[in-house]
């Protein structure tokens, strides 16, 4: 038991001492470092530079029915990317998500797991772009 878990516990650190390259990503300040760990995690493999700018995530929220109980919200995240050509290109993502707790914890983890997502939905198209 003791020796199972020491294991994991190697295993996990190893993975988190691993570094990842980030020279040919710069950020502006719209970034929050768990975002810039999430694009620098995705476009590691590249050998082109980018500058990331202007990260907007919006959301709007509407009543699905008459007692307000239930929304659907929509979640927008947009950005520019400046590449080594001076080409800005815009890439954002959408989603649609119906809850009933606007207004609580989960409403806030769950915001941030949404978030989560666009940025891996713009990551993708961005990784189309580079290759």
């Excluded at 190893?14 to 620098?40: A, M, P, V």
């Excluded at 983890?109 to 961005?126: A, G, V, Y």
Aim: a negative charge; glycine letters at 2%; proline letters at 0%.
């Amino acid at each position: 038991m003791f020796t199972r878990n020491l294991l994991i516990l190697i295993i996990l650190s190893s993975c988190s001492i691993t570094g990842i390259d980030t020279d040919n990503l710069y950020f502006d300040d719209s970034f929050s470092n768990s975002d810039r760990f999430q694009f620098n995690k995705c476009l590691s493999n590249t050998n082109k530079k980018f500058k990331l700018n202007n990260l907007e995530f919006n959301y709007s929220a509407e009543n699905i029915n008459s007692l307000g109980l239930e929304f659907n919200t929509r979640y927008f995240l947009s950005l520019t990317m400046n590449t080594q050509n001076s080409d800005d290109i815009e890439f954002d993502s959408m989603r649609f998500n119906t809850t009933n707790y606007i207004s609580s914890n989960m409403a806030d983890s769950e915001k941030k797991e949404i978030k989560n997502l666009l940025i891996s939905d713009i990551c993708k198209s961005m990784r189309n772009y580079v290759e």
